[in-house]
């Protein structure tokens, strides 16, 4: 079964701080690497997409993949009010189909206080 | 119309009814999924779609019935549902054979079973 984990949280940042969101997934074979951010009672929201191990960067958001580690993380630099959602991370896996499933984790909630 | 829409926006149904979830992505991808999203859980895939063929069914009880006419348009049929099956359901498309794609999202139908 592949699973992917996130902690739950609730995460609470004060407002301009660095949130640190933290997946680890079970499968050596995981091709690419999703964060999704969702409001309360809204849709996911596709933020960031990482392929290669490092960083990723795009505007206040990085993402960190170390595939060794099987970890995959997402920053979030001077944490806002407006950032204060479910965060979930997903992994698209190779191999056994031709079709793009992602697995998804359970999601991190996010709370930013003024 | 851009994206994936999906309707009704929210839909309350008696156990005894039939009703029907539509979803439509304008965003020529090829590969269409039904998720459902309970309080506090994490996404539930139920079916894939790719290529107009059905090619997952996650032990899905009977009285949900997925129907993919063409690559644009998927539907949920639903019948004699139970409490239990209140939740908030998301259509997604992607674009198979492209690993670096991720799901684009509906604004998902909230149901609720009476």
């Known amino acids: 079964q592949k699973e992917v984990e996130q902690n739950s949280g609730p995460l609470s940042v004060p407002e301009g701080a660095i949130a640190s969101l933290n997946c680890t997934y079970s499968?050596?074979?995981?091709?690419?690497f999703f964060w999704y951010r969702q409001y309360s009672g809204k849709s996911p929201e596709l933020i960031m997409s990482?392929?290669?191990?490092g960083d990723k960067e795009d505007g206040r958001f990085t993402a960190q993949l170390n595939k060794a580690s099987q970890y995959v993380s997402l920053l979030i630099r001077d944490s806002q009010p407006s950032d204060s959602a479910t965060y979930l991370c997903?992994?698209?896996?190779?191999?056994?189909?031709?079709?793009?499933?992602?697995?998804f984790g359970q999601g991190t909630i996010l709370t930013v206080h003024p | 119309e851009t994206g994936v829409t999906q309707t009704p926006r929210h839909l309350v149904m008696g156990m005894t009814n039939k009703k029907s979830l539509k979803c439509e992505q304008h965003?020529?991808?090829?590969?269409m999924y039904w998720y459902k999203q309970s309080a506090k859980k994490p996404l539930e895939l139920m079916f894939v779609?790719?290529?107009?063929?059905?090619?997952e069914n996650n032990s899905v009880p009977s009285r949900f019935s997925p129907e993919c006419p063409n690559s644009s348009h998927l539907f949920l049929h639903l019948h004699t549902l139970q409490p239990e099956d209140s939740a908030l359901y998301l259509c997604?498309?992607?674009?198979?054979?492209?690993?670096?794609?991720?799901?684009?999202f509906g604004s998902g139908t909230r149901l609720t079973v009476v």
């Open positions: 965003l020529g991808h090829n590969a």
């Open positions: 990482i392929y290669s191990n």
């Open positions: 779609y790719s290529l107009e063929e059905r090619v």
């Open positions: 997903a992994v698209r896996y190779a191999g056994g189909t031709s079709y793009g499933k992602l697995t």
């Open positions: 499968d050596r074979v995981s091709q690419s």
């Open positions: 997604a498309s992607s674009q198979d054979g492209d690993i670096n794609y991720g799901y684009t």
